[in-house]
């Protein structure tokens, strides 16, 4: 009778002691699966920015175009970026180096609007020019919340037993929304 109990005691001690690791495996396996969603929540906030901004562009190249019909260069470049944002798919790299080439090209655009005065006094132009900067504004803090998500992820990731547990649940770091060339991170230099 001693040794079944003792091996009954034994058997219990294991249970408990596997059901404890089980929920801390399930805690840490939840808290990396929840990181997952708000990434991929911040990559939605992302792409509805750059919808807005893609439906607003063509407002604004239509009217700048009304203006200055030999700057027809500028809004060709514009078009063909703001094509090639929408097929860029989900990765952030080619979506980040595109967005900061659309980036620089707008500036340029608002810099042609410059040598128009007629135009920058224009409502329409004014409120178009508001309306894409607050989508900017915006754009930047769904790229900061995307990126603050990611770091979140990618620090958990990597730390003891974080970084066993999303190793055997195949859960991956994942990639930053950042400028891909050194050139997008200098002021742009508008020359006529």
Same mark, same amino acid.
Do not use: H
């Given at each position: 009778?001693?040794?079944?109990?003792?091996?009954?005691a034994?058997?219990?001690?294991?249970a408990?002691?596997a059901?404890?690791?089980?929920?801390?495996?399930?805690?840490?396996?939840n808290s *990396?699966?929840?990181?997952?969603?708000l990434?991929?929540?911040a990559?939605?906030g &992302?792409?509805?920015?750059?919808?807005?901004?893609?439906d607003?562009?063509?407002?604004?190249?239509?009217?700048?175009?009304g203006?200055? @019909?030999q700057?027809?260069?500028v809004?060709?470049?514009?078009?063909?970026? /703001?094509?090639?944002?929408?097929? +860029?798919?989900?990765?952030?790299? @080619?979506?980040?180096q595109?967005?900061?080439?659309? /980036?620089?090209?707008?500036?340029? *655009?608002?810099?042609? +609007?410059?040598?128009?005065?007629?135009?920058?006094?224009?409502?329409?132009?004014?409120?178009? !020019?508001?309306?894409? !900067?607050?989508?900017?504004?915006?754009?930047?803090? +769904?790229?900061?919340?995307?990126?603050?998500?990611? /770091?979140? *992820?990618?620090?958990? &990731?990597?730390?003891?037993?974080?970084?066993? &547990?999303?190793?055997?649940f195949?859960?991956?770091?994942?990639?930053?929304?950042?400028?891909s060339t050194?050139?997008? /991170?200098?002021?742009?230099?508008v020359?006529?």
């Open positions: 009778m001693d040794i079944l109990a003792i091996l009954l034994c058997l219990c001690i294991f408990v002691i059901g404890i690791l089980a929920i801390f495996v399930l805690g840490i396996y *990396l699966r929840s990181l997952n969603v990434i991929d929540e990559w939605s &992302i792409d509805v920015q750059l919808k807005k901004r893609y607003l562009i063509p407002n604004l190249v239509e009217t700048v175009k203006y200055a @019909k700057e027809k260069d809004f060709e470049k514009v078009a063909a970026l /703001r094509s090639g944002m929408m097929n +860029a798919g989900s990765d952030p790299e @080619k979506l980040g595109m967005e900061g080439e659309l /980036r620089s090209t707008l500036k340029t *655009l608002f810099a042609v +609007a410059e040598n128009y005065p007629e135009l920058k006094s224009n409502e329409n132009f004014m409120k178009l !020019q508001t309306s894409l !900067q607050e989508i900017e504004t915006d754009l930047e803090s +769904a790229r900061r919340y995307y990126n603050g998500t990611v /770091r979140d *992820l990618n620090l958990k &990731i990597t730390t003891f037993p974080n970084s066993v &547990i999303a190793g055997f195949k859960i991956m770091p994942r990639k930053f929304f950042e400028v050194p050139e997008e /991170r200098e002021n742009v230099k020359q006529f």
